[in-house]
């Protein structure tokens, strides 16, 4: 059970990164997370299916790959852009910790082969032509897991190999900041329990950094915490972060459809290339 001190502990502004309850690999909420990446009206878990499509057109040339190249999919999820890069011609490896995303996506892109493991765990060693990972995953890391990310993905490239992310630029952080309230909700079955549940949550903002905290306390027969973090970028903070890591940045778009960015884009697209040693 929960105690009152546990209730006023929620409004506590938490560390920066500080975790949470385990959420990713819980079996019931991976089951509805896959449910929200396959539903075509809302960008929450995956990109909606024309931007998936126009992503999927435009990312090979900008990381110039030829016919046949090798493609890692970080954070694949059920596989979406696995399944059109597969169709492509190209030998794409899908990355996600979710059984159940993976099972999805190994019945939907027979043509593409997947591993259950973090993207924190060595990919090994100039194994892929190109790495690609989509809706903003990068900035969900903290500082020291985006640089084994980056170290992970710079082993795994071969010489020249291509990196494409994407992440929330400043625009967003002082929308979503400017936005944020507290809520509290009852539901009969939801994201968090398929039972009787009670959410109250609140986003605590770190103007300096900047990041976000979205915090999520779920009571039912106990008390359970979600933290979800994402840091927010401006281009020149990118680029430095993917040099001090062995990349160079050569393309800052406003999102990977290959839209030019400018200053009010929510988002920034990046193509870097691995650094000659």
């Known amino acids: 059970m929960f105690t009152l001190q ?14 949470g309850g385990e959420f990713w690999n819980d079996p019931y909420i991976s089951a509805q997370l896959l449910k929200a990446h396959l539903d075509p009206e809302t960008d929450q878990a995956s990109y909606r299916p024309e931007t998936v499509r126009a992503i999927c057109e435009t990312l090979p040339k900008a990381l110039k790959l030829q016919a046949g190249a090798a493609i890692a999919d970080l954070g694949c999820g059920p596989g979406l852009y696995c399944a059109r890069l597969s169709r492509a011609g190209y030998a794409v490896t899908g990355v996600d910790r979710s059984e159940s995303s993976l099972r999805y996506a190994a019945g939907h892109a027979p043509g593409a082969s997947f591993l259950r493991q ?12 190109a790495a690609v990972m989509i809706s903003q995953d990068y900035g969900v890391l903290d500082p020291a897991a985006r640089k084994t990310l980056l170290a992970n993905i710079h082993a795994a490239l071969k010489p020249g190999g291509r990196f494409a992310f994407d992440v929330p630029s400043l625009r967003a952080f002082a929308a979503r900041a400017a936005g944020s309230a507290s809520s509290w909700y009852a539901a009969d079955h939801g994201l968090f329990r398929p039972h009787p549940h009670f959410v109250l949550e609140k986003t605590f903002a770190y103007p300096d950094i900047p990041i976000l905290c979205d915090a999520y306390a779920v009571l039912d027969t106990q008390l359970t915490t979600y933290r979800f973090w994402q840091t927010f970028f401006p ?13 160079t940045a050569i393309g800052i778009l406003s999102d990977l459809t290959g839209k030019a960015y400018t200053e009010d884009s929510q988002s920034v697209g990046v193509i870097a290339v691995k650094a000659q040693a």
Request: charged share 40%.
């Open 118 to 129: 973090s993207y924190l765990e060595p990919l090994g060693r100039e194994r892929f032509d």
């Open 6 to 19: 546990n209730l006023l502990d929620l409004d506590r502004r938490p560390e920066r990164y500080e975790t």
């Open 235 to 247: 281009p020149e903070s990118i680029r430095a972060e993917l040099a001090e890591n062995g990349f």
